[in-house]
């Protein structure tokens, strides 16, 4: 079974700064991964799909990249309201989540 | 609009059954697959099981096939699942989405407790 790994589990930055996260599939995947924002008592919210596509509506700070095994999460000027915990998810016929990573104000 | 709202949470012994309900509206709910995820306290989000948009089909997480069924009636909008054998570690808020992941419920909170 293809698991997922994040890198890292916890990150604390401040309000501008560049974000990059990764996540880690154990065995190819190709594209089919996505990327969600979830804040503390709300569902998840799509980011990116296949890999490095920006879902409708979500701000182009956001941007995904990779294929195959090592794919990245960039943010690329935090803002106040992107403090949350982000979960990469494999997308075919069993869709398992990473374990998340929690980006926190420095 | 797009509007899923879960339903039928709450405190339930450890050894029973519940069934519970996810509501759409606001888009041709016979069209997509769904799925449902859940999230115990504190921790992240796992993935239960996907049904097709005509109900024909559905792929379970090893963890919880042979004891989760999940199910749809395309006349009352309503996705289902139905969790068999209820264990501590089933508490979690359980969140159904569509196909894509691109909208989601609130979730409904179940709680197994003696």
């Known amino acids: 079974d293809i698991q997922l790994t994040q890198s890292p589990s916890f990150l604390s930055a401040s309000v501008g700064d560049r974000v990059t996260i990764t996540c880690r599939a154990s065995?190819?995947?190709?594209?089919?991964l996505a990327w969600y924002q979830q804040k503390p008592g709300k569902a998840p919210k799509l980011l990116i799909y296949?890999?490095?596509a920006l879902q409708n509506g979500v701000p182009s700070r956001f941007s995904g990249s990779g294929s195959g095994t090592e794919f990245t999460l960039t943010i690329s000027s935090l803002q106040p309201e992107d403090f949350a915990t982000y979960y990469c998810?494999?997308?075919?016929?069993?869709?398992?989540f990473g374990p998340g990573t929690k980006v926190d104000i420095k | 609009q797009v509007h899923l709202v879960e339903s039928g949470g709450g405190v339930v012994q450890p050894g029973r059954s519940l069934t519970i309900s996810c509501a759409g509206s606001?888009?041709?709910?016979?069209?997509?697959?769904m799925h449902w995820v859940r999230q115990a306290p504190g921790k992240g989000l796992e993935w239960l099981a996907i049904i097709s948009d005509d109900g024909g089909s559905n792929y379970y997480a090893d963890s919880v096939r042979g004891r989760f069924t999940i199910s749809r009636d395309n006349s009352k909008n309503t996705l289902y699942l139905q969790v068999n054998s209820l264990r501590h570690e089933d508490t979690a808020v359980y969140y159904c989405?569509?196909?894509?992941?691109?909208?989601w419920g609130q979730g409904t909170l179940v709680t197994v407790s003696s």
């Open positions: 606001g888009f041709r709910f016979s069209d997509y697959g």
């Open positions: 065995q190819g995947i190709r594209n089919h």
């Open positions: 296949a890999a490095s």
């Open positions: 998810q494999r997308l075919n016929t069993l869709f398992t």
């Open positions: 989405a569509k196909m894509a992941f691109d909208d």
